[in-house]
């Protein structure tokens, strides 16, 4: 398994802006824009379609829930201080 790791300053309490668009491209963009977002990972075929079956899944979610979704994430990558 390959894993992505964000290089980020850690002398504030503000979210990496690339965690926070993944966070957020995950739960909200289209498949098109997700596949444009993650392609400077240059993931492999089958890691990029594993990512969109679960997306598919979160799309199922509630746009309210899916907010409320984002906001725990971005406040667990803030305590976490990425």
């Known amino acids: 398994h390959q894993q992505y790791i964000y290089f980020c300053a ?3 309490a503000l979210v990496c802006p690339a ?6 491209g995950f739960l909200f963009l289209s498949d098109d824009l997700l596949k444009l977002q993650v392609a400077k990972f ?5 890691a990029l379609a594993a990512k969109l079956q679960v997306k598919h899944c979160t799309d199922q979610i509630p746009l309210s829930d899916r907010l409320r979704i984002e906001k725990a994430l971005l ?3 803030v305590k976490c201080g990425v």
Do not use: D, G, V, W
Not at 19 to 24: D, K, P, Q, V
Not at 42 to 46: L, Q, R
């Open 75 to 77: 406040k667990i990558a």
């Open 19 to 24: 965690l926070a668009s993944e966070i957020t």
């Open 42 to 46: 240059i993931p492999p075929p089958e």
């Open 10 to 12: 850690a002398a504030n």
